[in-house]
């Protein structure tokens, strides 16, 4: 089992950039895929980013590409989301979420058995 705690959130402008952390508790954090996800008022959660087990293989939603970047540090067992050029749109609360699973689709929130409580970025205009 795992607990996930997110961090770096805040309020920034458009334009702006922001690091996200998500430290995971536990001693087998190198067996989990990692994503992030994030849900905006009124909408569904949507994935933003995701990172295999080794940190080799990275996945990213089509908005996001060019601007975020998620990485990992297995030895310090967190994962990060770096985001630059932030846009209005980019607004929401930003989950970490972690996946046991060996198969399993990186895009889809029911892939990750474990989440965090979330962090809010709010883009300003």
């Known amino acids: 089992q795992v607990q996930l705690v997110e961090s770096g959130g805040g309020l920034v402008q458009a334009g702006g950039s922001l690091r996200l952390s998500c430290a995971a508790s536990?001693?087998?954090?190198?067996?989990?895929?990692m994503g992030w996800f994030r849900q905006a008022p009124g909408k569904e959660r949507e994935f933003v980013a995701a990172?295999?087990?080794?940190?080799?293989?990275?996945y990213y939603t089509d908005s996001v590409k060019g601007r975020f970047t998620i990485s990992r540090d297995n030895a310090k067992n967190t994962v990060w989301l770096q985001m630059n050029s932030l846009k209005p749109e980019d607004t929401a609360v930003y989950y970490c979420?972690?996946?046991?699973?060996?198969?399993?689709?990186?895009?889809?929130?029911?892939?990750?058995?474990?989440w965090g409580q979330g962090t809010q970025v709010t883009v300003s205009s």
């Open positions: 979420a972690a996946t046991s699973g060996s198969y399993y689709y990186y895009a889809s929130s029911v892939s990750y058995n474990y």
């Open positions: 536990g001693r087998t954090f190198s067996s989990y895929g």
């Open positions: 990172i295999r087990r080794s940190g080799g293989t990275t």
